[in-house]
């Protein structure tokens, strides 16, 4: 082999190589941004699914507080009317009494 071939053979391989070398880098910018785009779909449905869920426990909150305040209202409802009972028992009582008097 002749000098020039040398040479030759060295330019074809370090052409090749800075080919090679290009191409791995496109390929690993090409996998790079495709992970970031499955993870910025992942990070879009973690975030609906915990914006879901967040509507969920805010639904069952209300639903738990609405059918607290329905309990307690029939509780101070059921008491009113123990009391008016008993109210109109004491009425009737003492009205009887000073009767008999």
């Known amino acids: 082999m002749n000098e020039g071939s040398i040479k ?9 190589t800075l080919f090679m070398l290009h191409y791995l880098q496109l390929w690993s910018n ?3 941004r495709e992970e970031k785009q499955q993870e910025a779909l992942s990070f879009r449905d973690d975030k609906a699914q915990s914006k879901s869920l967040v509507q969920q426990l805010d639904r ?7 059918s607290a305040g329905i309990q307690a209202g029939s509780g101070g409802l059921d008491c009113l009317v123990f009391l008016s009972i008993f109210t109109a028992q004491d009425r009737c009582f ?8």
């Open 8 to 16: 030759t053979m060295e330019v074809n391989s370090a052409s090749k």
């Open 94 to 101: 003492k009205n009887t009494a000073v009767k008999t008097r």
């Open 30 to 32: 090409f996998v790079t």
């Open 60 to 66: 069952a909150r209300q639903n738990r507080t609405r």
